[in-house]
């Protein structure tokens, strides 16, 4: 039997890998960098929760979800809305005809704040719609189609209309949602201003914090026996049916625990960031999102998040100075991770760390651990792939 | 209705629903392809848009050449020819290149074509700059017939529709009336036994996939009628097509459509009614409730997967 804090931390492996990570995350790039870069790096790792819930659902369940942006956003959204609505208070709104309403419902002349904004004057019920309206959201779309077995390419391709519709649903609905610009001018939280450098330290280390947390959550449940029926369900989704498991409800599981990471990583980025777009909800940065953890490896929880700051370090540096190069690059990363690293930045370390002697010890111990259903992943999800 | 009156209102639906006609004739061209790649074949062509973007600056090219060189009554019909040859190419290198060793990996497909969609707009971008650019056409062309005084038909719609009409039928001839398209359904129906009685399963492939370009390509020569080109012209179709596909039933020639007609009529006259945008969320979120209760498509093929 495995213990707890083995489920946890998986093995001793993860115990190293996750110590690389905080070393990384909560010593070496604090002391390292400048407030501005770190807080850049606090942004990036909001992406993170969104690839570790593509992890979960893509790489273990075999679900390409193209709409885990909607879920980033939604979660957003909410953090936004209940920030919004601390900054209008009615005296620093005077000059608006309709005080104490936020600017932009001001400017599209709406008179009193809509109902589905009430809620969000209080910061309990904020976070309560932060972690339930994506689940719910993903419960309704996660019912509808694994209950009639849709899947594979069909869900990809209907996630991706849904964020689409969402998106210009928020475009289009300016007085309610702000519209294109998204919702901006975020000042503080419960009067705690989150603009200062110190606040943006502190919400450094409570997002990262939470990653962790997201990532233990993760790992418990794919050491599991749940995990195993995911990566089961990914490989030979009839034999799991026929062996009597209600195979859509463990999807539909999945894609709410997905959602509710996602919407975390959501919450935060308003947070650090200040605001909130829906250039976050649509088909662009939902794909790309596809890519952090497709890049730091599909299967990897440690991985995604590696990609995810690779992928967007690479980014800022080119659009910086050759805007031009980057589409090539990521549309070559694209090509490139699929053609020719299907297991992304983990798969890669998996196969050279046996060569470096002080590694190969942990790397050949966990490769004895693995059970078949986990080695033989690779090979037998390509096969299945044709008959999905 | 609305503060208009009856006749109004009548005149109105004709025009939007012309309107629709142009806009069902794209998205059909569109579809066709994606319908040939993806019904037949299971592959995602994410790309697909630039496919339709590679015709249409095809179009526009030939249409400068035109200008200068005095022959701008008579390009259009070479231009259609030459959309359809140079995309079709293409897509046969990216079959080669790329696609034919991710048959068994459909999600992965997806996100290949997905980058290379990403490189090809880029490339456009490079070229052609960022600006959207618009054909020059032909007399022909332009105006507009009026069946009676307050019905207001434009001729490019028309000829749109002819052409979309011309290639539908012609890919039905494809598919269903030649030799090829024998072996097409054969291997989409069977590989293995395709493969046994003889035919090069991998070439039909190759020649499906560049075929569904090639159409795309047409699409891009027709979309140049109706609006100017721009790099990122393809990335406006692409959903709404891939919607068109699995909304009527992939593999189903008839399906694609009708689903066609249908959601391009309805963008076409909810715009009227709403705003664009909402015309557009209330289009798409029908299909998609559609599609979870009938997730199959409207018109399925009978065959078990």
Same mark, same amino acid.
């Given at each position: 039997m495995k213990t707890l804090s083995d489920k946890l931390l998986g093995g001793k492996q993860g115990v190293l890998g996750l110590a690389l990570l905080a070393l990384l995350i909560l010593v070496i790039l604090p002391l390292g960098l400048d407030i501005f870069r770190l807080n850049l790096v606090g942004k990036y790792l909001t992406y993170a929760f969104v690839a570790l819930s593509l992890v979960l659902l893509w790489g273990n369940g075999g679900i390409l979800s193209l709409g885990q942006g909607m879920f980033f956003g939604l979660g957003g959204y909410c953090m936004a809305m209940f920030l919004k609505l601390e900054a209008s208070d009615p005296i620093s709104t005077k000059i608006q005809t309709t005080p104490g309403i936020p600017d932009f419902m001001d400017w599209n002349q709406l008179t009193a704040l809509p109902w589905f904004w009430e809620p969000f004057k209080s910061l309990p019920l904020t976070i309560l719609a932060i972690l339930i309206v994506p689940t719910i959201f993903a419960y309704i779309i996660g019912f509808a189609m694994f209950k009639r077995r849709v899947g594979g390419v069909y869900f990809a391709i209907i996630t991706q209309a849904i964020a689409l519709i969402l998106s210009i649903l928020i475009v289009g609905q300016q007085g309610y949602?702000?519209? +294109?610009?998204?919702?901006?001018?975020?000042?503080? !939280?419960?009067?705690?201003? $989150?603009?200062?450098?110190?606040?943006?330290?502190?919400?450094?280390?409570?997002?990262?914090?939470?990653?962790?947390?997201?990532?233990?959550?993760?790992?418990?449940?794919?050491?599991?026996? /749940? =995990? !195993?029926?995911?990566?089961?369900?990914?490989?030979?989704?009839?034999?799991?049916? /026929?062996?009597?498991?209600?195979?859509?409800?463990?999807?539909?599981?999945?894609?709410?625990?997905?959602? *509710?990471?996602?919407?975390?990583?959501?919450?935060?980025?308003?947070?650090?960031?200040?605001?909130?777009?829906?250039?976050?909800?649509?088909? +662009?940065?939902?794909?790309? *999102? +596809? $890519?952090?953890?497709?890049?730091?490896?599909? !299967?990897?929880?440690?991985?995604?998040?590696y990609g995810t700051l690779l992928v967007?370090?690479?980014?800022?540096? /080119?659009?910086?100075?050759?805007?031009?190069?980057?589409?090539?690059? *990521?549309?070559?990363?694209?090509?490139?991770?699929? *053609?020719?690293?299907?297991?992304?930045?983990?798969?890669?370390?998996?196969?050279?760390?046996?060569?470096?002697?002080?590694?190969?010890?942990?790397?050949?111990?966990?490769?004895?651990?693995?059970?078949?259903?986990?080695?033989?992943? =690779?090979?037998?999800?390509?096969?299945?792939?044709?008959?999905? | 209705m609305f503060g208009y009156s009856m006749a109004e209102v009548g005149n109105i639906m004709v025009m939007q629903g012309f309107a629709g006609l142009s806009m069902f004739s794209v998205l059909l061209l569109m579809a066709l392809g994606l319908a040939i790649i993806f019904g037949q074949m299971g592959v995602i062509n994410?790309? %697909?848009?630039?496919?339709?973007?590679?015709?249409?600056?095809?179009? @526009?090219?030939?249409?400068?050449?035109?200008?200068?060189?005095?022959?701008?009554?008579?390009?259009?019909?070479?231009?259609?020819?030459?959309?359809?040859?140079?995309?079709?190419?293409?897509?046969?290198? @990216?079959?080669?290149?790329?696609?034919? %060793?991710?048959?068994?990996?459909?999600?992965?497909?997806?996100?290949a074509t997905w980058g290379l969609s990403l490189v090809m707009?880029?490339?456009?971008?490079?070229?052609?700059?960022?600006?959207? @650019?618009?054909?020059?056409?032909?007399?022909?062309?332009?105006?507009?017939?009026?069946?009676?005084? #307050?019905? #207001?038909?434009?001729?490019?719609?028309v000829f749109v529709m002819g052409l979309a009409a011309v290639v539908t039928f012609g890919v039905f001839l494809f598919m269903f009336r030649s030799q090829w398209g024998l072996r097409v359904r054969a291997t989409v129906q069977n590989r293995v036994m395709a493969? &046994?009685?003889?035919?090069?399963?991998?070439? @039909?492939?190759r020649v499906t996939f560049a075929l569904g370009c090639g159409i795309?390509?047409?699409?891009?020569?027709?979309?140049?009628?109706? &609006?100017?080109?721009?790099?990122?012209?393809g990335t406006l179709y692409i959903v709404d097509s891939f919607m068109v596909v699995v909304f009527g039933g992939a593999a189903s020639l008839f399906g694609t459509i009708a689903s066609a007609f249908g959601i391009a009529q309805a963008q076409s006259i909810l715009q009227f009614f709403m705003t664009s945008s909402m015309g557009k969320v209330a289009t798409l979120l029908t299909i998609v409730g559609i599609l979870m209760m009938r997730p199959e498509g409207l018109f399925a093929s009978k065959v078990r997967k």
């Open positions: 949602t702000g519209g +294109v610009n998204g919702i901006t001018d975020l000042k503080t !939280m419960l009067g705690w201003d $989150i603009r200062t450098d110190s606040a943006k330290y502190i919400l450094y280390y409570v997002n990262a914090l939470l990653l962790f947390g997201c990532i233990f959550l993760s790992r418990y449940i794919l050491t599991s026996k /749940f =995990g !195993m029926l995911l990566l089961a369900m990914r490989d030979k989704e009839e034999r799991v049916r /026929f062996s009597g498991y209600d195979v859509s409800d463990f999807k539909i599981f999945t894609f709410c625990v997905a959602a *509710m990471i996602s919407a975390i990583g959501g919450a935060m980025f308003t947070l650090q960031v200040g605001f909130m777009s829906p250039s976050f909800v649509g088909i +662009v940065p939902s794909i790309e *999102m +596809v $890519i952090f953890a497709a890049v730091g490896g599909r !299967m990897s929880l440690i991985g995604a998040v967007n370090y690479g980014k800022t540096v /080119f659009s910086e100075t050759y805007p031009e190069l980057w589409l090539f690059l *990521m549309g070559g990363l694209f090509i490139a991770v699929v *053609m020719f690293f299907p297991d992304g930045l983990a798969g890669i370390y998996q196969k050279h760390a046996r060569k470096i002697p002080f590694l190969k010890r942990w790397v050949a111990e966990e490769k004895q651990k693995q059970t078949d259903a986990h080695a033989s992943h =690779g090979k037998v999800g390509t096969k299945l792939g044709a008959e999905a | 994410m790309a %697909h848009g630039e496919f339709m973007t590679i015709g249409a600056y095809t179009t @526009v090219m030939l249409s400068k050449l035109a200008v200068a060189y005095g022959f701008v009554n008579y390009y259009f019909i070479f231009a259609i020819i030459v959309a359809f040859i140079l995309a079709f190419a293409i897509g046969y290198l @990216v079959e080669f290149t790329l696609i034919r %060793h991710l048959y068994k990996r459909p999600l992965d497909t997806l996100l707009q880029q490339i456009f971008r490079s070229s052609f700059g960022a600006k959207e @650019v618009s054909a020059e056409l032909p007399e022909w062309l332009l105006g507009s017939f009026q069946p009676t005084p #307050d019905i #207001d038909i434009p001729i490019n719609g493969g &046994a009685v003889g035919i090069n399963t991998k070439k @039909v492939d795309a390509g047409v699409a891009g020569a027709a979309f140049t009628t109706i &609006a100017s080109t721009g790099p990122t012209t």
